[in-house]
């Protein structure tokens, strides 16, 4: 790995911060391989937009399509793995006293990596719940031939515990990490635009506090002058190496 330089006074934020807040984006799992949204629909969905695959709308018209295309980004998914990025971070919970990962991926790839306290506010595609009655479903009837699988409680069809378009963030996850940004000293925001609401309050509020703020994402966003420091690079190159040059080993 190439040595990067950091300016000390952002190395000094590091070391030097009780609690820390991150907010992470599709970027730091596209370097695990995992397409984003939008990239997901360019091979064997390409014909399908948004609205006809992730959208309750979506689900009701045509449940078997829906729940297939999710069924193909779950297989993505299991043939990845957590990158050098999200394990960093995982180490660097054990130089804070609080590290809250606030995540707008579905992967569950932070938690794979090893870190304990996070908050999904899309949910998560290894989580299944029935359409009607938000009943979780811990197993799947696969002797049925019904697809999507039916719930074995309300026999409402079952459908991914993800956020799609139109429906409202988990109130209980946007309230706790809200709470996070708001007693935090250091907040990251990794491999996202911080431009798409309501999560872009989140940074925004971290900003206005006047707490040290870095952004790591390969290319510049609209609000990379608003951080303390942005840093331009892959999560999976920055944040191993800042891991290094705070604590070096």
């Known amino acids: 790995m190439m040595a990067i330089s950091f300016p000390e006074s952002l190395v000094s934020a590091v070391r030097g911060a009780k609690k820390v807040a991150v907010m992470t984006g599709a970027g730091i799992s596209a370097e695990s391989g995992i397409p984003t949204f939008r990239e997901a629909q360019t091979v064997l969905w390409s014909r399908f937009r948004p609205e006809e695959l992730a959208t309750p709308e979506a689900f009701r018209r045509d449940p ?107 109130q209980k996850e946007l309230s706790a990490a809200a709470e996070a940004v708001g007693a935090c000293d250091l907040f990251f925001s990794i491999g996202t635009s911080s431009v798409v609401y309501p999560a872009a309050d989140l940074v925004f509020a971290a900003i206005r506090r006047g707490v040290a703020t870095i952004e790591i994402n390969p290319a510049e966003t609209p609000a990379s002058s608003s951080f303390s420091f942005s840093l331009r690079g892959a999560a999976g190159e920055m944040l191993p190496s800042l891991l290094q040059a705070a604590w070096p080993q």
Request: aromatic share 10%.
């Open 64 to 170: 078997k399509r829906v729940w297939e295309w999710y069924q193909w980004r779950r297989s993505l998914i299991a043939n990845a793995r957590p990158n050098p990025g999200h394990l960093a971070l995982a180490t660097m919970a054990n130089h804070w006293q609080k590290l809250t990962v606030i995540t707008q991926n579905i992967d569950g790839f932070h938690q794979l990596a090893g870190s304990r306290n996070v908050l999904e506010l899309h949910g998560n595609i290894h989580r299944t719940k029935c359409f009607e009655n938000h009943h979780f479903a811990e197993k799947l009837d696969l002797t049925s031939d019904a697809i999507p699988p039916r719930c074995q409680q309300c026999q409402s069809p079952l459908r991914p515990d993800v956020v799609w378009f139109g429906e409202m963030l988990p």
